[in-house]
Every structure is written in C-alpha cells, then in structure tokens.
DNA sequence: ACCGTAACACTAACGGTTAGCTCTTTGAAA
DNA sequence: TTTCAAAGAGCTAACCGTTAGTGTTACGGT
C-alpha cells in the first residue's frame, strides 16, 4: 500500500488543474469554438498527448470543475437520515445544484454550454450517466423496495428536473412544480 | 408553386436513399468505427461533400431510416379524438415505437447504436429535440390547459419511458409500469 | 431557347484525437 | 545506496470527420 503522500500524484493533479484553468480562461475570453487544443496545450506549456491524458476529450474541460456532482446525487440517497422519505432529500439536493448553477458568477459558463452543440450533448450524456449512478443508488436503498424499472425511472425523472429547472425562468418554483409531479409518479408505485 | 413530380428530387432522393443504404450496410458488415465516410462515399459512388449535403454528419446516416418518429409523438397529441385524455393516447404511440424498434430485424442496428458511444450521443440529442417537440404539442392542445414547465416535464417523462423501455427485459410491461407514473404525475398537475 | 439554381464534384485544408516511441522522474525493492 | 519498473510527459506524424472554396452539370420555369 502506498502512502497518500505521493509527490507524483501531487505534480499530476497540479497539472491537470494548470490546465483546466488554462483552458476555462481561454474559452471564455474567446470563445470555445475559436480555441483548439493546441492553444490549450501550449499556454498551458504541456504537449497535446499530455492534455489528453489528463481530460478524455475538448468538452471534458468545461466539465473539468464539477466532478462530484454524481456524488452528490448518490449520497443525497445513501446518507438519508433513517426512513427519511427518498423524494425530499432528492428535491432539497437538486435545488442546492440547480442553486449552484445559476449563481451569479457561473453564468458565463452555462452561456458558453449552451452556444455549443458539442457542449450541450457532452452534458446531456454526462447526465444520463448520473442517472444511472443514481438508479443504482435508489436501488441499493435497503428501505426502498421498487423494481429495477422504476428506480431507473425515477432517477432520469429527477435528473429532468435539474435540466428543466435551471432553464427555467425562475428555478426555485420549478424544482418544487417538477417534484409535486416526481412525488405522485413515486407514490403510484408504492407496493400494496 | 411547383408540381411534385420533379425529376430532380426524384434524383435527390434516389441518391440520399443509395447513401443511406450502402452506409447502413457497411457499417453492418465491418463496423461503425471502422468504416470511414471516404469509404461510403466511394462505394455509394458520390463525393464526400455530396454525402455531406444530405446528411449532416456520419451518424445521421444510421438514423437516416427513423424520421417520422417525431411527427408520430406530437401528431398522436393533435390528432386525438375529442376529449380523448392525453395520457393514454401517448402510452398507445410510445408502445408502438417500443415495439417498432425491438422487432426482430431492427437487433443489429440498435446492436451497433449501443456498442459506439458516438452513435449513443447522438440518438440522446435526438431525443431531447423529440421531447421540445411534444412538449410544444402539448402546450398547443385547446383542451390541456397546463404551465410550460409542466408540458416541458411530461413530455420529457414520455420520452423517457421509450427510451427506457426499449432497454427493458420485457418491453411492454416496462411500458406500463412506466405510463402508470407519467399518468400519477400528470394528475398530480390538474388545475383547481 | 434561355436562364437561374439546385445538385454534385474535386481539392485542400482544419481541428480533434490517437499511435508509436523516447526521455525523465519517482517510489520502492534489492 | 544502487537499481529497476513504471508512470508522467513529450514529440512526430498521422487518421478521420467535417467544411470552405470553386467549378460543372442538368433540370425546371419562363
């Protein structure tokens, strides 16, 4: 086993930082169609091989900043106080996310996401992703007995609700609208 | 206005219907990723820019077949018989895309749509455009009197439950387990 | 018969991505 | 300490989807 304190882990993650703040910057300031990889890697003074090592694709850099938010969906489900009802912990959670992202500063970002088609579809599979992790989760609730089909379900409803809600004109009134619909399609479900 | 019985588009169609033909077939035979665009335009005997003009982009050409499939969702709205429940007539047309798409023939192309994370990108995107269709349909209807969030979520719910069922064990089944809490949700949003 | 234009073709390039190989650094076994 | 294997990073060159630019042909309306 090896000691956390790994100095080779530490230079990876600055670099990996180094450049995904490169290149937020840079796409920000002009644009992220008009900026290429190779601009990327040299002003962030590594070799393009180097860029790819680190993030998966150009659109991985955007996303570069919110890693953890599956996590956060997964844990609002696992970390539930006991027999805290599953649908208020997962509206009090998408609300804090939906919050996050139509703060003041993140509107430039979103802007960019939403200019891109490649960026708009990159996120749109990133959360079907979450969607899964999260069915996953609602499925290993030990409180929670549903089938496979409705935890899958259930799951892509409420990352709907996210997506839904942030575009909406006033996001905090349509987590609530959106959850009073999730709320009644989970109580059809309950088992006699 | 002209006469529909242009030669030219018979022409156009002739040749986006060979593209479209020869492309699936190769890509059946060898594999998506390993056929390149060169390769159907050379065996589709057209140039790359002519492929490009009827299609745009290589993994349209596996969709190519499948267009309609938004029509049918909003058309199964407006065509409804009078005071016929949204609900149930979308449950009827979505069992009928789920089971038009886990036929028999249709196996090896889903096969291949899952296999490359390209293709699956693409057919998400797709959706989301289907789900802003409906969800336009729906706010259409006289006779649905419900908030744009509200249209925007069902619809979302609807595509959802396809996408979902054709990936279930028993596809018909998932269909109505599915539409039972579309339909909870729906009525959860029933005006006073 | 004539003209405008839509369809098609060709070349050449751009930009994301990857393969192949080398060099250096680093952590740990000997 | 010395040595070694592996991981990080680099370079070159290429592949592949896609597009711009520029003609050329053939059809349809007048």
């Known amino acids: 086993m090896t000691v ?10 600055a670099t990996r930082k180094k450049i995904a703040d ?18 990327v890697a040299a002003e962030a003074d590594v070799a393009v091989t180097t860029l790819f090592s680190h993030f ?10 919110d890693e953890g938010f599956e996590q956060r969906l997964t844990q609002a489900v696992a970390d539930r106080a006991p027999r805290e009802p599953l649908i208020p912990a997962l509206r009090r959670e998408v609300r804090a996310l939906v919050r996050h992202c139509t ?6 970002v979103w802007h960019m996401i939403e200019e891109s088609r490649a ?33 899958r379900t259930i799951a892509r409803f409420v990352i709907d609700a996210y997506a839904l809600a942030r575009e909406a004109a006033e996001p905090d009134a349509a987590v609530d609208e959106i ?6 399609a989970w109580e059809a479900t309950r088992p006699a």
Not at 4 to 13: D, L, N, S, V
Not at 56 to 65: C, P, R, T, Y
């Open 4 to 13: 956390p304190t790994g100095r080779r882990e530490r230079k990876k993650a």
């Open 22 to 39: 490169v290149a937020l910057r840079l796409f920000l300031d002009r644009g992220y169609d008009a900026v290429g990889i190779r601009d």
């Open 56 to 65: 998966g694709s150009k659109e991985a850099l955007v996303f570069a900043q």
């Open 103 to 108: 703060a003041e500063g993140a509107a430039p």
């Open 119 to 151: 960026l708009r579809e990159y996120e749109e599979s990133m959360r079907l992703r979450h969607a899964e992790s999260l069915a996953a989760a609602i499925a290993a609730a030990p409180d929670l007995t549903r089938t496979v089909t409705v935890c």
């Open 179 to 184: 959850f009073r619909m999730i709320e009644a």
